[in-house]
């Protein structure tokens, strides 16, 4: 692979990744375990102590659960799935229903959990090839690779790499990308703290309304941390945050113990206008909030960055690892993280927009906000059935239909035990989900793991790996699933060979 780094003491890997917050960790362990070399710098000088996102919406639960993750991270959160509004002292009003109505999930809620402890787990996971204190001072690709260099020094030469290098992302001014948007005037406090107070604690979200305004938020959080936010009127600072606060939570009595961190948030709505490099023919992509900002609201931006990742870290892995690849299947791949997720983006944003400028409305308006766009919210919502992605095909079976989330169903082994299917699932192959009958398929070199799902009782004596049965299984409705690795439905139909022709598409 041709070089314009003279320096011998070279850093060769498949993938650099420029960025070592949720987005840029995330993508490198996926990687990694998926056989893909990997080399992370971030400018930070060590792993997040203190601050920044603070949930996990369902479906990236249901992300982590895949790549075997949650499980870490469950016992060190709080589970949420109820938003409250108070104001004139006392609660005006309780709603959970769009958590509570999701179907075929299992983690119907938030989890409330900081992301320092998110990053400390993904570094630990990844090792030596972390390297925090770097700051990537130039990005440069040629048609058969990408160099980078640090300001430590370190020289990086790559196949591809992944600006998450936030929002003022210097791997985005590089590839010429522009960050076009709108910036409301308004500016947030927020403050991770812990309190004495007489107010009833409970693990809700809760909006406080006062003068017909919904300016303070609280969020329970782990180890009895509070998150608030806080919208001022024009001076900011963390005493006039904590006097606001003590005024929306009136008539009931809050002291402020210890404030652990303190910043203060200015809203801004941009979008990347590429998040492929070279007018999405290059090799140096953009995720996190290098390619998309919004606000808060919503707590959608560490969620988006993750399931950037894991949208990205399956197309780069099968293009590396499948060297016999078409060139313009491997495009094709690669170009439909940009369809896909920056129509994702341009959604999310959308969503945080309207729920920040109902801030200063009464909370019913805001909660009113939140209950119609709770698709993105819980992230359950988010599909790609309609942004003219090449690697879905439009069809549908029942509750299984093409570009949305694949169903959490419930499968029983040959013992009877029961599972559900991402939990059985395992991050980086297609599945090619035959129901209702153990139907051959042809071989295929393909990175495809075959899963049938048979009626209740129906012996599994002879059947292949992976067999299970389900209640809802029919011998009388007989029907194939192509679910991508990130647990997207690519088709679906009664032909199992038009599931296969549709995996040839993808690969070849």
């Known amino acids: 692979m041709p070089s314009t780094i003279e320096d011998s003491a070279i850093t060769v890997v498949d993938v650099a990744i420029c960025g070592g917050g949720p987005t840029g960790l995330t993508t490198a362990l996926l990687l990694k375990r998926l056989g893909v070399t990997v080399c992370v710098v971030d400018a930070k000088q060590a792993s997040l102590d203190l601050g920044r996102a603070d949930a996990l919406n369902a479906r990236t639960q249901q992300y982590l659960e895949v790549a075997d993750l949650l499980s870490e991270l469950l016992p060190q959160g709080i589970t949420c799935n109820t938003s409250s509004t108070f104001g004139d002292g006392e609660f005006i009003s309780r709603q959970n229903q769009w958590w509570v109505s999701l179907e075929h999930t299992l983690h119907k809620n938030f989890l409330m959990i900081g992301q320092p402890v998110i ?37 990086i030469r790559s196949r591809y790499a992944l600006g998450a290098d936030g929002a003022r992302s210097m791997v985005r001014k590089a590839i010429g990308a522009t960050f076009t948007g709108t910036k409301p005037e308004m500016l947030w406090a927020v403050l991770d703290t812990f309190i004495d107070t007489d107010f009833p604690r409970c693990p809700e979200i809760i909006t406080f309304q006062l003068n017909g305004q919904s300016r303070v938020s609280w969020i329970p959080r782990e180890r009895g941390l509070c998150r608030f936010y806080v919208l001022l009127e024009g001076e900011v600072s963390m005493p006039l945050a904590q006097e606001s606060i003590k005024n929306h939570m009136a008539p009931h009595k809050v002291e402020f113990t210890k404030t652990e961190w303190y910043s203060t948030f200015e ?90 400028r109902d801030t200063v409305r009464e909370a019913k308006t805001y909660v009113g906000t939140i209950q119609k766009n709770a698709g993105y919210i819980t992230g359950m919502g988010v599909s790609y059935e309609a942004c003219g992605s090449p690697l879905v095909q439009q069809s549908e079976h029942g509750i299984w239909k093409a570009g949305f989330r694949c169903p959490d169903m419930i499968v029983k082994t040959a013992s009877g035990e029961e599972k559900r299917l991402y939990s059985e699932a395992t991050y980086g192959k297609y599945l090619l989900l035959s129901i209702g009958k153990a139907e051959p398929a042809n071989a295929s070199d393909y990175p495809i793991t075959r899963y049938f799902v048979l009626p209740d009782g129906t012996s599994s004596e002879g059947n292949a790996a992976n067999t299970y049965t389900a209640d809802w299984a029919s011998a009388d409705d007989i029907f194939s699933v192509v679910v991508r690795p990130d647990m997207y439905i690519a088709f679906v139909s009664q032909d199992l060979t038009a599931c296969e022709s549709h995996i040839r598409t993808v690969f070849s």
């Open 119 to 155: 990053e400390k787990m993904l570094a630990e996971k990844l090792g030596d090839v972390v390297h925090y204190g770097e700051q990537v001072t130039s990005i440069y690709e040629d048609g058969d690779g990408v160099d980078v260099i640090t300001s430590g020094g370190r020289k």
């Open 267 to 356: 809203v801004k709505e941009r979008i990347a206008s590429t998040f492929l490099s070279k007018d999405g023919a290059g090799r140096i992509f953009l995720g996190g909030d290098a390619a998309h900002v919004h606000s808060v609201n919503g707590g959608q931006g560490l969620n988006t960055g993750i399931a950037d990742a894991f949208s990205l870290a399956w197309r780069i892995a099968t293009v590396i690892n499948q060297p016999s690849l078409d060139k313009a299947a491997a495009h094709k791949l690669l170009l439909s993280y940009d369809t896909e997720r920056r129509t994702t983006a341009q959604g999310v944003i959308d969503v945080a927009a309207a729920l920040v």
